[in-house]
């Protein structure tokens, strides 16, 4: 009997096994799959459990201990309609997001959900995330104002580039080529008499997202980078992933958390089995400007 058993199970991990290595090659994928991660950019919201709606109405957690200044890595989803929900980090299913967003999800397509603002209004937005690559011995980058503490901000290469020009918050600009390499970003706005400089190394073929995030009183604003994709390639080309930590860092009193945690494989290949898309109302988008 026991051996019997033995059998079943050795068989059964097998077939998941198998099940994995299809749902994880793109060349054996059945079904046309998008790209989607999530951000947590509200200063002082706790560290929250992300949920998607599965197709009986259900929440599933798919991303757990999200904190301020995290970005997860991106998860294949069936192309289709979804919510998106975040509760603080343990609290029970029932308790009552703090934030919610809802979207048609194209396939071949990625995107960036982000809770921002303060939690006593905070909101939530999708980016359209353009993954293809730059040109031979550039890099490519765009900038997301999730700063709530200022309204209008600037962003400029020392050098003189400007990326990003009176840029509202919970706005975000279009990718724009820069040279690779080790470059001084200047940030410039109201709250501060004193522009901020952040030094950032951008490889040569990825593309990226520099985050302006809220800092603290002498320093009132941070930019972190975010590696989007990796890879060198011609321009117009489709980048790889990221394949290991995305650089993150937190900001004001907030500590400065290394990447999120990438949902297990297994963990994805049980949610994908569940989700069927349903009809729901879109989200606001929020496309390059």
């Keep these: 009997m026991f051996r019997r058993h033995l059998r079943l199970v050795v068989a059964l991990g097998a077939a998941l096994v198998a099940l ?18 999530m951000a947590h950019f509200s200063p002082d919201a706790p560290p929250t459990d992300v949920y998607i709606t599965g197709f009986d109405g259900s929440q599933h957690l798919v991303l757990p201990g999200l904190g301020y200044g995290q970005v997860s890595e991106y998860l294949p989803l069936e192309a289709g309609d979804y919510t998106f929900s975040m509760r603080p980090a343990g609290a029970s299913i029932d308790t009552t997001a703090v ?23 905070i909101t939530s937005t999708v980016l ?3 993954l293809s ?15 709530a503490s200022t309204p209008l901000v600037d962003v400029n290469v020392q050098t003189g580039q400007v990326l ?28 501060s008499d004193t522009p ?18 809220d ?5 009132p604003l941070r930019l972190v980078k975010v590696v989007d994709a990796t890879g060198m390639g011609a321009a117009g080309s489709t980048q790889a992933l990221p394949s290991g930590g995305i650089q993150t860092g937190g900001g ?8 999120a945690p990438m949902v297990p494989l297994a963990a994805v290949v049980g949610f994908l089995a569940l989700m069927v898309p349903t009809t729901i109302v879109a989200t606001r988008r929020i496309r390059a400007i």
């Design 128 to 130: 359209d995330d353009d």
């Design 133 to 147: 690559s730059p040109p031979a011995g550039q890099a490519r980058v765009r900038v997301i104002q999730a700063a």
């Design 20 to 37: 994995a290595a299809t749902v994880a090659s793109p060349a054996s994928a059945q079904v046309p799959t998008a790209r989607v991660r």
């Design 252 to 259: 004001g009193s907030a500590p400065h958390p290394g990447s």
């Design 164 to 191: 990003a020009n009176q840029a509202a918050f919970a706005s975000a600009t279009g990718y724009a080529p820069v040279p690779a390499g080790s470059i001084n970003v200047e940030l410039s706005a109201a709250v």
């Design 196 to 213: 901020t400089v952040e030094q950032l190394d951008l490889d040569a073929g990825t593309v990226n997202s520099l985050v302006v995030l």
């Design 215 to 219: 800092g603290t009183a002498g320093h």
């Design 99 to 121: 934030v919610t967003s809802s979207a048609h999800i194209e396939a071949d397509a990625a995107y960036t959900f982000e809770a921002l603002g303060q939690l006593s209004s």
